[in-house]
Each structure stands twice: as structure tokens, then as C-alpha cells.
């Protein structure tokens, strides 16, 4: 991004995680960044324990915006390059000080440049960890909102098993985003394992009546009654 701007051929430049879908028009993304040094993207992450200990615990330490979609301008080169400079010190994952990869540091941005912009649009950035602020729902056609508003403008495929497990609504999008991977030479897959994955924590969490049971009716009809994504 230091380099693209020290050019002097673009106004915006923007780093985009391989693992972000984008599922409708992002421009107005353009004029939100505008000529501001950086436009960021909440976590949006739990914000009652009451909803999840463990993710309302996460929301205090993992960031609270996110490093998978950031924008910048020539405004933001200094904090850029302080950025930098943080993350070649100590770029990991240790709760106990502070750190989460180069996600923390982007704390800071609003306080090194106040002019930051912080997108608002809750369709944008959507990802497993922020279902709990960003609630998931069909309007009457059909379409996912999130808080009953907003439309779906990316969507953030991080821990596809949780999504798998706890995301149903996201799903066909994700099965999507794998076949346009594979269009241009993926040869993996992501539905199929992280299903599996999803199915075994399922598996674990069952009672013994509910594994008598399962047993009585088969798996495939007892994933039906749970409500369990199946294929």
C-alpha cells in the first residue's frame, strides 16, 4: 500500500483479504474513503457476554476493527509506515499482550489520524464472529439482511466451520464463492470439509438421549430434525 501510494497514481488503494465475496455494488465504499487517510471496517464483534462469553471475550482483545478490508490514502502514509514498523517488532497472536497479528495496531489509526472514516454499513465485512451484533434475516423476497436493513456487500469466509455450524444464511453464498474459486484454478474445497468439521462439534455436544435417538433415526433424518445443514 506504501509503495502504490508513493507513486503518485492512485488517489485510493485498498487491501482486500483473498477470502472477502463480494456480493453487490461496493462504490459507495469509494466515496465513504474519499480523501480521508483511511477508511476501516469494525469487527462488529459480541458486545454482551450474555449472548457468548468466549466471543464478548474476543471482542476485547482481537481488535476492533478488522485487517481483512482497509483503505488508504496519501494522508495515511505516515501511520502506514508505523504500521509497519509495529508489525516487524511483533506480528502474532498473544492475548496476554495485547497483540493479534497486524489487526490490533488499526486501534490506533483513529487516534493517529481523527479524520479516519469507520464504514457503517453493517452488510459489509460480514463474517461468523459478528452474528451476534450483526443479526441475520430473510426479507420477504428472500434476500439476507442483517438488522433487518441491510443488504449483504461482502462477506468475510474466516472459520468456514463455525459459519458451517452457526451461519446457515450464508451458506449458499459460500458455496458460490467456492465454485468461483475453482472457475480460476482452485482445486480444493471448502464446503465439504468444513461441513464435516461442523457435523463432528455437533456430534460432541449431544446428550445421550439425543445420541439414542440419532441412532434410532439415522443421521441424515436426525441432522433434518435439528436443523442441521446436510449437503
Same mark, same amino acid.
Given at each position: 500500500?506504501?509503495?502504490?501510494?508513493?507513486?503518485?497514481?492512485?488517489?485510493?488503494?485498498?487491501?482486500?483479504?483473498?477470502?472477502?465475496?463480494?456480493?453487490?455494488?461496493?462504490?459507495?465504499?469509494?466515496?465513504?474513503?474519499?480523501?480521508?487517510?483511511?477508511?476501516?471496517?469494525?469487527?462488529?464483534?459480541?458486545?454482551?457476554?450474555?449472548?457468548?462469553?468466549?466471543?464478548?471475550?474476543?471482542?476485547?482483545?482481537?481488535?476492533?476493527?478488522?485487517?481483512?478490508?482497509?483503505?488508504?490514502?496519501?494522508?495515511?502514509?505516515?501511520?502506514?509506515?508505523?504500521?509497519?514498523?509495529?508489525?516487524?517488532?511483533?506480528?502474532? $497472536?498473544?492475548?496476554?499482550?495485547?497483540?493479534?497479528?497486524?489487526?490490533?495496531?488499526?486501534?490506533?489509526? #483513529?487516534?493517529?489520524?481523527?479524520?479516519?472514516r469507520v464504514i457503517s454499513h453493517r452488510g459489509c465485512n460480514v463474517a461468523e464472529w459478528n452474528?451476534?451484533e450483526n443479526v441475520r434475516g430473510l426479507n420477504e423476497r428472500g434476500e439476507v439482511l442483517i438488522?433487518?436493513?441491510?443488504?449483504? $456487500?461482502? $462477506?468475510?469466509?474466516?472459520?468456514?466451520?463455525?459459519?458451517?455450524?452457526?451461519?446457515?444464511?450464508?451458506i449458499p453464498y459460500l458455496k458460490k464463492y467456492e465454485l468461483e474459486l475453482k472457475k480460476n484454478?482452485?482445486?480444493?474445497?471448502?464446503?465439504? #470439509?468444513?461441513?464435516?468439521?461442523?457435523?463432528?462439534?455437533?456430534?460432541?455436544?449431544?446428550?445421550?438421549?439425543?445420541? $439414542?435417538?440419532?441412532?434410532?433415526?439415522?443421521?441424515?433424518?436426525?441432522?433434518?430434525?435439528?436443523?442441521?445443514?446436510?449437503?
Amino acid at each position: 500500500m506504501i509503495h502504490l501510494l508513493q507513486t503518485g497514481k492512485y488517489d485510493q488503494v485498498y487491501f482486500v483479504d483473498p477470502d472477502l465475496y463480494f456480493v453487490a455494488d461496493f462504490k459507495f465504499l469509494y466515496q465513504e474513503l474519499a480523501d480521508r487517510p483511511f477508511l476501516l471496517s469494525p469487527n462488529w464483534g459480541c458486545l454482551e457476554p450474555e449472548k457468548s462469553e468466549l466471543y464478548f471475550q474476543n471482542s476485547q482483545t482481537d481488535g476492533l476493527y478488522n485487517a481483512g478490508f482497509l483503505g488508504a490514502t496519501i494522508k495515511g502514509l505516515d501511520t502506514l509506515r508505523w504500521w509497519a514498523k509495529m508489525c516487524l517488532n511483533a506480528c502474532e $497472536i498473544n492475548r496476554t499482550k495485547g497483540l493479534h497479528d497486524d489487526q490490533g495496531y488499526l486501534n490506533h489509526f #483513529p487516534i493517529r489520524n481523527p479524520d479516519t472514516r469507520v464504514i457503517s454499513h453493517r452488510g459489509c465485512n460480514v463474517a461468523e464472529w459478528n452474528r451476534f451484533e450483526n443479526v441475520r434475516g430473510l426479507n420477504e423476497r428472500g434476500e439476507v439482511l442483517i438488522n433487518d436493513c441491510y443488504p449483504l $456487500i461482502f $462477506i468475510h469466509f474466516s472459520n468456514i466451520p463455525f459459519l458451517v455450524e452457526y451461519d446457515p444464511l450464508l451458506i449458499p453464498y459460500l458455496k458460490k464463492y467456492e465454485l468461483e474459486l475453482k472457475k480460476n484454478g482452485f482445486e480444493g474445497d471448502l464446503f465439504a #470439509p468444513a461441513l464435516k468439521v461442523a457435523n463432528r462439534r455437533r456430534l460432541m455436544k449431544l446428550s445421550i438421549p439425543e445420541r $439414542i435417538f440419532r441412532k434410532l433415526i439415522g443421521h441424515s433424518n436426525f441432522a433434518k430434525f435439528k436443523g442441521w445443514t446436510v449437503d
